[in-house]
C-alpha cells in the first residue's frame, strides 16, 4: 500500500505524456485499483485491442482511468495515439464552448462538466471546465486546471474505493462535483448569515461589494452548471448497451441530488438579492437623510445671507443706517425669519 501512495504522489504533477494518474480497476484482482502510468497504460490499451470483443460478456470487466493535464504539451499527442477516443471528443477539446453536456458519440459517452479550482476562493473566475470520455473499458477526464471534485475522487481512490465499471466511476465523479458544491453553497450561507448580523446591527461597511461577488459566483454556477442533469436525463433515456441498469439508476440519482444543490442556489440568489435591497435602501434612507440635514442649514442660512447681501451694497438710503438700536432690530427681523424658515422645514419634514 506504501507503494501504492508512493507512485500516486510522484504522478501529481503529471509524467512526460501529461498523465496526472492512471488506475488499473479489476474486482477480481486481489488489489482492485492499481496505479499504472502512461507507459502501462498504452501497453494495456494495446492488449485490449488485440483481444477485441473477448471478454466483452463479464460482468465487471477490467477497465482503465486516465487523467491529464491538458496544460502538458504531450497529454493530446498521447491520447491520439494511443486512447482511439471518438473525434467528437478532442472537438468538444477545440471548440471552447464551456456550457455543461453529456452526449453519445459512437460506442461512448462524452462530457463537459464545469468545475471549482482546487485552490478554491470564492471568487466567480474560480471555475474550469472538465472533459471526459467514457467506454466500457476506458475513461479519460482531461483538465488545464486542478479541480476539486476530480481531486476528491483521486482521494477516494487511493483510500480503497474502487468502482465496478466506468459507469460507476461517472456516478461517483458526479457525486464528488455534488458534495463540492454542497461544500460551497454551505460556505456562501455562512458568509450571507454573518453579512446579514452585521446589517441588522447597524454596520454596514463594505456589504453590497461582498454580496456582488457571492452573487455573480452563484449566477455563474448555476449557468454553467444547470444543464447538468437535464443533458444527463436526455442520456439515460437510451444508455449504450454495455451500461447496466443499476448504473444507470445510481446515475438517475446523482441527478436528482445534483438538482437539489442547484435549487439551494438558486434560492440563495433570491437571499442576496433581498439583503442587496435592503442595504441599498439604508443606503437611500442615509444619503435622503444627509440630504435633508444640508437642506435645512441652507434654508436656516438664506435670510441672513440674504440680509447681509442688501445692507452690504455701498449706496446711500441703507435703512436703520443711523438707528442706535438698528443692529438689534436686523437681528430681530434675521431670527424671525430664521424661525419661521425652520418651521416650514421641519414641518414638511414630519
Do not use: C
Amino acid at each position: 500500500m506504501s507503494a501504492f501512495h508512493d507512485l500516486a504522489s510522484q504522478s501529481y504533477g503529471g509524467d512526460e505524456a501529461g498523465l496526472i494518474s492512471g488506475y488499473l480497476f479489476d474486482t477480481s484482482a486481489p488489489e482492485p485499483a492499481r496505479v499504472i502510468d502512461s507507459a502501462q497504460a498504452a501497453a494495456w490499451l494495446v492488449e485490449q485491442r488485440d483481444k477485441g470483443d473477448e471478454g466483452s460478456g463479464e460482468e465487471n470487466p477490467s477497465y482503465v482511468w486516465l487523467h491529464f493535464n491538458l496544460s502538458h504539451a504531450h497529454a493530446e499527442r498521447w491520447l491520439v495515439r494511443h486512447a482511439n477516443l471518438p473525434d467528437t471528443f478532442y472537438e468538444t477539446l477545440h471548440e471552447g464552448l464551456p456550457s455543461t453536456r453529456i452526449e453519445r458519440a459512437d460506442d461512448s459517452l462524452i462530457a463537459v462538466i464545469n468545475d471549482v479550482h482546487f485552490e478554491f476562493s470564492f471568487e466567480p473566475s474560480d471555475i474550469s471546465t472538465l472533459w471526459i470520455s467514457v467506454g466500457p473499458r476506458l475513461v479519460v477526464t482531461a483538465r488545464t486546471k486542478p479541480l476539486r471534485s476530480v481531486d476528491t475522487l483521486r482521494t477516494a481512490v487511493k483510500a480503497g474505493d474502487a468502482p465496478r465499471s466506468s459507469t460507476e466511476l461517472l456516478e461517483h465523479l458526479l457525486r464528488a462535483q455534488a458534495d463540492v458544491l454542497v461544500k460551497i453553497v454551505r460556505g456562501v450561507t455562512s458568509r450571507i448569515d454573518r453579512i446579514e448580523d452585521e446589517l441588522l446591527a447597524g454596520r454596514l461597511d463594505h456589504k453590497r461589494a461582498r454580496l456582488g461577488v457571492l452573487r455573480r459566483l452563484l449566477v455563474r454556477l448555476q449557468r454553467l452548471l444547470a444543464p447538468e442533469p437535464a443533458a444527463l436525463f436526455r442520456l439515460l433515456q437510451g444508455p449504450p448497451a454495455w451500461m447496466a441498469e443499476p448504473d444507470a439508476q445510481a446515475l438517475r440519482g446523482s441527478t436528482e441530488e445534483f438538482s437539489v444543490v442547484l435549487r439551494d442556489m438558486q434560492a440563495l440568489q433570491e437571499r442576496i438579492k433581498l439583503l442587496q435591497e435592503e442595504i441599498a435602501a439604508n443606503v437611500n434612507e442615509d444619503n435622503n437623510r444627509s440630504l435633508f440635514v444640508l437642506t435645512v442649514v441652507t434654508v436656516l442660512a438664506l435670510p441672513i445671507n440674504i440680509l447681509a447681501g442688501l445692507f452690504g451694497m455701498n449706496v446711500g438710503g441703507i435703512p436703520l443706517a443711523d438707528h442706535k438700536h438698528g443692529f438689534w432690530i436686523v437681528v430681530a427681523i434675521v431670527a424671525s425669519f430664521t424661525a419661521v424658515a425652520a418651521w416650514a422645514a421641519f414641518r414638511k419634514k414630519r
